[in-house]
Structure formats: C-alpha cells, structure tokens
C-alpha cells in the first residue's frame, strides 16, 4: 500500500537542534510556519520526536523544530528514518495528516500537483487520500497536466507508429494496451486527413529543382548531406500521407526529418548509423525483411569514389569500391529495391556525375540502364548543387582541356511495373 510507512526502518537519537537540515523544496508547506503553533510547541512538554532522514534533512516536525531554535535550545529528540531525499515530500505529508497544523489548500493543491508530476508519480487516489481531499478535487487541480501527459502519449504512439513499429511494438514501449495505441493512431490519421496539408514550401513546378540553402529542420551535418527540400518534393510528387519510405542510405537522418514532417512512414538504415532512428544494416547485403511493402525507395548513395573514406572504413561501403564494383552493388540494390516495392511504387536515385583529369563518369546514363532492367522510366529532374562544388584550378583545368564542368546532379525516377 502506497501509504504505508511501515517499511522504513527507525532510530531514535538526539540530536543538535543546529544539525537538522530544512530544505523548503523538499518539505510540503508553502506558506511558512505557523506563529502560534510554535508559541504553543515552545510551552508544550512531551512533544513528539521529529522525525529526520539519514542525511539529516527534516521529514516531520517543522513547527517543533522553529520552536525549539526560537527557545534556543541545543538538542531536539529525533526518529532517524531510511527515507530517500526523493521521498520526503510524500512521507512528510503521510505523517502530517496524523498529527500537528495541517495543510492549507493552497499546499495541498501545490502537493497535488507536484506528486502527480515528479519522478515517482503517484495515483490520484493516493494524492487525494493522503492529502485528505476528494478525488475530484485531485482531478481538477491536475487536469492540464493529465492532458498533456495525454497529448505527450499520443505524440509519441504516433513517432513510434512513423517509424514503422507494430501497434503491439508501441503499446509495449509506451506501457499502455495495444487498443489505446490503436485508438491513438486513428485519432491522428483521421485528423491529418482532414487537413491534408498544403504542398511543402519548397514546391517545385520544373524538371530543373533549385535550392540556395540547406533547410535546417532536416538532418544532422554529415558528408554529402542533401537538402531536405529534395525529399519535400519527391515525397509530395510520389508519395500519398502515410506512405512507407525506405532509405538504405540514412546518413545524417534528413530523410527520416521530412518524413516525419510530411506525416509518412520511414525505415532508415546505414552501415555506420549515426542516430538513434537510423538502424544499422549493410545495403550491399540486402534489404532487411521489414522494408518489404515501401511505397518508395529513396537512394542517395555516395557518388562512387568523391567521399572515399568519409562516411565508413567499410570495405563493402559504395565509396570505398572500384567503378565496377560501385556499379555491382547498385545493380544488386535495385534489384533488392523491386522486391521490397509495393506493385506501382516508386524508386527514387539521386546521383551526381564524378568527373576526374578531364574524364566524366555520368553515373547517371549508366545506371539507369540498370534501373531500366527492372522499372519502368517515369521522369529525370536536374538538381543543382546548392553551393560551388569546383576550386579556381578545377576552372583552370577545364579551360586549358575544352571540357564542361559538371554543377548538377540527376534525380532518376522509376515506377515498379
């Protein structure tokens, strides 16, 4: 039982009356000390013992112990209780509905509310009997935070729901049944898809996408970090609310952010993941069983060979592998991609050319022959870089060979027959 105190274990002693530490934060009055309880506590004799904890901190006795200090008195009698510094708010209040000047209601309401709230919460039946109030007074006087205990809980369902768990998965994380997670999600999907929202702010009308800037909502620093406004358009174009997005490529989460805020699905995975809702997996050796059924498969590999060495020491990692090797694995991921795809879902590649001495390796005209293998070709959007990829040599080289730099990436669409 909640209210039972039986199980601290207590000595008594006596003790300096100087010794005893009162800490207001962790004793249950909030307007000060009562003058004329000490004025009767200073005549009293045979007052009960205070009750203290094993760190000297005061658990019951304020108004004896101010009466013993006004009286200037060296040593008070004490019970030394095993009670947690964590714990003395709730025992104080225990033993003060037995005996000495009770509570005000602004105290109670103060308590109810801290009891309901702090690390140890505790019941509303419980609150209400200890401070001796009713139930409904308990209930009102926590209400809003009950609601955004509510509101937190179903914040949070729906996160877990986002990143692809099973409603039994988030009822067990979440500690509440698998039909109130269920009632949750209904409730969200519902309200969603009455608004349906607008189109992302970075709506792009052409076949050519550009962005001067990063969105800083979407994704952590990392190599190769795209703008999260490239995944805004492909999901608005290419996805409906709720849809499963795949990533093999998670890097620094920016998809896993925009799907989060355009209320889709996500599975993210990387050889080196970097954050908690990126799970680790080495796509040159598949997709994991739960990415089958995705709506979309968004790849943002590394460009071949331009940041060798800077995402993972991984011998299988795409820029750490020769050209043809390079080619191999995403001719194996398109082929792992078709057969997680839902029949018409879409796999979208975002891939820049490497260009090296003078030699350009379109990336994108030879991968897409191998996508050709396996999808039907649904569209080609040009994205340029957001910032200037070549130093002043790169130019100087250009000029001197007669060859063109490259500033653009290609965005390949394709749909699943």
Avoid at 185 to 206: A, V
Wanted: hydrophobic letters at 35%.
């Amino acid at each position: 039982m909640t209210l039972d105190l039986s199980h601290y274990t207590k000595t008594e002693k006596t003790i300096g009356v100087a010794d005893v530490i009162f800490d207001q934060e962790q004793y249950p009055r909030d307007e000060g000390f009562d003058q004329a309880t000490v004025d009767q506590y200073g005549t009293a004799l045979n007052l009960p013992r205070i009750v203290i904890n094993e760190n000297m901190k005061l658990v019951d006795g304020y108004h004896r112990l101010i009466a013993r200090r006004v009286g200037q008195q060296e040593t008070i009698d004490a019970e030394v209780w095993n009670v947690p510094d964590d714990d003395i708010m709730w025992v104080s209040v225990i033993l003060n509905a037995r005996h000495g000047l009770q509570l005000s209601m602004r105290s109670k309401k103060s308590k109810a509310r801290q009891f309901y709230s702090n690390g140890h919460k505790r019941s509303i039946d419980d609150i209400a009997t200890v401070l001796a109030a009713s139930k409904g007074a308990v209930s009102n006087w926590t209400s809003d935070l009950r609601q955004k205990e509510r509101d937190a809980e179903k914040e949070r369902v729906w996160d877990l729901w986002l990143g692809c768990k099973t409603q039994q998965e988030i009822a067990d994380i979440c500690g509440i049944s698998q039909q109130l997670v269920a009632k949750n999600i209904k409730i969200t999907t519902e309200f969603i898809n009455e608004k349906r929202g607008n189109p992302p702010d970075s709506l792009q009308l052409y076949t050519v996408w550009k962005f001067q800037t990063n969105d800083d909502r979407y994704g952590i620093k990392y190599p190769g970090r795209i703008p999260g406004q490239i995944i805004e358009n492909v999901l608005y174009y290419y996805t409906d609310l709720f849809a499963k997005v795949v990533d093999p490529f998670g890097g620094g989460g920016t998809t896993v952010d925009v799907c989060k805020e355009m209320n889709r699905r996500y599975l993210a995975y990387d050889i080196n993941p970097v954050r908690d809702d990126i799970i680790e997996n080495d796509i040159t050796s598949g997709f994991p069983k739960a990415a089958k059924g995705a709506d979309l498969v968004f790849l943002d590999p590394p460009y071949w060979a331009q940041k060798q060495g800077d995402y993972s020491a991984h011998e299988t990692n795409l820029a750490n592998l020769p050209l043809d090797g390079f080619y191999d694995a995403m001719a194996e991921i398109f082929k792992g991609a078709k057969h997680i795809l839902s029949p018409g879902g879409v796999i979208a590649l975002i891939i820049g050319p490497t260009q090296n001495d003078g030699v350009v390796y379109d990336h994108a005209y030879d991968l897409s022959k191998r996508m050709e293998k396996h999808f039907s070709f649904a569209n080609r959007i040009i994205v340029p870089y957001t910032t200037q990829q070549v130093k002043g040599y790169h130019v100087a080289d250009a000029k001197k060979g007669k060859y063109l730099l490259k500033l653009h990436r290609d965005l390949l669409i394709y749909r699943r027959n």
